[in-house]
């Protein structure tokens, strides 16, 4: 299967809050330019795409999301996930 997947859930308040903490933080902004330090995963893919006025930025995350790891990468994938 490939594809983008998306789905209609809506995020409760809180998660959304935290969300936004994490797109705002300087951590995530600069891993979207620079790149996120994740160690190489190639039998899955996990794309963050962000769309902002200025840029459109892309970036790999998958092996950011590995049980453990504790980056702003994994914790937003956690919560846009995770019921």
Not at 19 to 34: H, P, T
Not at 47 to 65: H, S
């Amino acid at each position: 299967m490939s594809g983008t997947a998306t789905g209609t859930e809506q995020l409760s308040a809180d998660k959304l809050l935290q969300v936004r903490d994490i797109l705002g933080s300087s951590e995530f902004q600069k891993a979207m330019y620079l790149g996120f330090d994740c160690p190489q995963i190639t039998d899955i893919l996990v794309k963050f795409t962000v769309k902002t006025p200025g840029a459109n930025l892309e970036a790999e995350v998958q092996g950011c999301v590995v049980p453990g790891d504790k980056s702003s990468a994994s914790q937003l994938f956690q919560l846009i996930t995770q019921p």
